[in-house]
């Protein structure tokens, strides 16, 4: 048998190599299928501008409520994501393939949470370009605004992994994970939400302890995560 | 709004709650033994190991 | 000769129903054996089990040399199993698809490479989406994975099927370089003409247990393997069994009177 | 896991008589039907309390006057239902551990109870709400974070009904009863915070100046409610694990089923019925996909 390049597996290297191994598979997926772009991207934008559609035209209400409908904007975005992100991986026996494929869980876990991450980030970043535009509302206070981006997109990416790759082959799969994802991540969009609020409304100390709130969050779920990826992965 | 009036109102209110919790607990008891004793008659006395 | 595989007894269940309903399996370093059977005799699942896929919940299961029963990944990283599906991301390129699956199991790159135009897959179909393949080309690109990975126990299922004349001989081509490069073969498949030319030996599978092993050069000596090659499922299931004598099967007896 | 503790193997049902006498079928044992009878004498006891016994409530600030009882029910079912939960995530922690059925079991009866123990808490809390505040539904903290609990939970039934291997779901649902727990106080405090700014309006802040009977019936529900809690873990446990063991049992005569299509006689008389056999891709792609 061929040594094994690179690190010893089951240390921490192996781990971050075979969750970037992961994510750069989800990236190239993605540009090679354009899924994210031409679909959830689209549906994104969609809803912002349905929101004004049910709420009104009068900007006021819109900028007041910015920060709320931005989060619920991505929050459904999100959950397309997930369904894209891991149908891919039980069609075709590619879970079998993934259970045979050496990788470690936890590091599986990391990259699919990270590909995850990274195309909500660039979601976002189409987004606040949305509401700016269409609600006509300035953002203020960069670093909170990135901070509470940055915490908040860490824990829907980490929690939306587990519960994608729960929910992943089964038959209802499509209404179960918004009936499990939406009340677990309901302190994240409680957080962002008001860490957005605090940022436009020029006052950013209100905002910082949702931060904290919203750190605990990404990093306790990506703990369970890597732990817990093992046995979900493994089924039977 | 006499006070007579508002001390039935909330005895209305009252028995509507209690009735909701001891219906809703007196249903589910109902049900478990129920049920229990049709899964359980489908079972080899050996299984009912609490008997 | 070193075991490579060794079951006594295996269990397996798929849900609530036995796959394998006690199963007694032997292989040897270097052999490459049949599995044959009907249709829902647990030739996959025997596979799979090998593999670590499917838990074995009775009985005693060993795969070189790690007990699957109480360990059933540790066996995945030196055997490779060709399923049904091809385990491949549709959206991805064939030359996406076998590096990535061969960088996960820490080969080379060059041995990705290697094993691509093994397979006739370098060139133009390298950079082809598995979605726009046909289904032999993309049991090439699982078979590519496979050589990639270099695996010590080769488990096909149906490693024929959906194949062209080119395609078959490439497969029984590379079960013969990897017995020569130390490997084991274990494979189930309906052709048994070709099948059998290539196995140095056969296991019956019906009813989810083993019916009897064989020696198919002998067979094919003392002339009675004509009726395998009569090529309907069920015969596959009959034949052997008038030597093992599953007749023999009394009530609770299942389990003795099937031991190869 | 053994089912029971409580009661000797093999006890004669049949020489008991009146309310001892127990069911042949069902799922109660001795020890469980006194259990349960102390448990009805307790609610009869705690009704009269809590309905007729204790004064309403003028002496404090609030001035609750009879609205006062329904914190009688409300306090303990929502006391009930935390511990429910808080029993599902441990069983289930013991499940992922051991991987053991009746850890399994444990936590979906107690996932089960819960959820009607929720369902109670938002109900009285709603009730409450109607009079204290004038609006069925208050974004009260503690309300909130129960409704988004309830909801969590009926996802981790709803899980538990969408996977038909028991293995797998029973897995899937343990990480669930982990994840769905660890939240909790999460939920609990993001609510807080974000009703903090506006209100500090709770139903569940127990009164200071309450005392005497008032004091008795609070404590006296929370003990019996956890009690009755008990009391529906003992049946729903056997419930659930009588059917499990009637999934379990055919597996028998499934096997002899399984090894009987290897005989040759039964293959040619059963020729054309091999093929409602399940075929190896079908079977394996309906239980692994």
Known sequence: MAEHPGPRPGSLGALLADARLVAAKDLRLEWRSRVILSQVLPFAVLVLILFAFALDPDRRILGQATPGLYWLAVLFSTLLALQRSFTVEAENGVTDSLRMSGLDPGGVFLGKTAGIALHLVALQLVLLAGVTVFYGTTPHGPLLLLAAGATATLGLAAIGSILGVMAAGLKVRDSLLPLLMLPMVAPVLIGASQAFTAAYDRDPGAGWRWIAMLGVFGCLYTAIGIVAFEPLLEET | MSPLLAAQNEWAYVAGGYGVTVGALLLLTVATIVRGRRVSRQLPPEERRWL | ?260 | MRPHLDTPAGTDAGGSTGLFRLHPDGTASRGSRTYGLVVLAGVILFLLVALVFSPADTGSENQMGDMVRIMYVHVPVAVACYVAFLVTAITSIAYLWKRTEGWDVLAVASAEIGVVFTFLTLATGSIWGHIAWGTWWEWDARLTSTLVLFIMYLGYLALRGAILDPVVRAKRAAILGVVAFVNVPIVHYSVTWWRGLHQDATVSKVDPSIDGLKLFALMFGMVLAVALYGWLMIHRFRLHYAAARLEASGLDRALAERRAEARPDAVTADAASTDAVPTDAVTTEGTLS
């Not at chain 3, 360990?71 to 399923?83: A, E, M, P, Q, S």
């Not at chain 3, 699956?101 to 990705?112: G, I, L």
């Not at chain 3, 004349?165 to 073969?185: F, K």
């Open chain 3, 1 to 260: 000769m070193e075991s490579v595989v060794r079951f006594r007894g295996a269990i397996c269940l798929l849900g609530r129903f036995p796959a394998l309903a006690g199963v007694d399996l032997d292989v040897s370093a270097g052999e490459i054996v049949l599995l044959q059977g009907p249709n829902g005799a647990g030739k996959t699942t025997v596979l799979r089990a090998c593999a670590g896929l499917v838990p074995v919940v009775d009985g005693e299961a060993g795969v070189l040399g790690t007990d699957l029963r109480t360990d059933r990944r540790g066996v995945r990283g030196r055997v490779g199993l060709l399923g049904h599906a091809s385990g491949l991301y549709e959206d991805l390129t064939v030359a996406d698809n076998v590096r990535f699956w061969a960088r996960a199991a820490r080969a080379r790159r060059s041995d990705a490479d290697a094993a691509m135009a093994r397979l006739g897959l370098d060139g133009r179909l390298a950079d082809v989406a598995v979605n726009r393949l046909s289904a032999g080309q993309k049991k090439r690109t699982s078979l590519a994975v496979l050589v990639a990975r270099r695996p010590r126990l080769w488990l096909l299922d149906e490693p024929h099927a959906a194949l062209d004349r080119d395609g078959r001989d490439l497969v029984d081509a590379l079960m013969g370089e990897a017995v020569a490069a130390g490997a084991t073969v274990l494979f189930a498949s309906h052709e048994l003409d070709r099948a059998e030319a290539v196995a140095t030996r056969t296991v019956n599978l019906a009813g989810g247990t083993a019916l009897a092993t064989g020696d198919t050069a002998a067979i094919d000596r003392d002339g009675s393997g004509d009726a395998t090659t009569a090529g309907t499922d069920d015969v596959g299931a009959t034949r052997g069994s008038g030597s093992a004598g599953p007749r023999a099967a009394g009530p609770g007896g299942g389990r003795e009177a099937t031991v190869g």
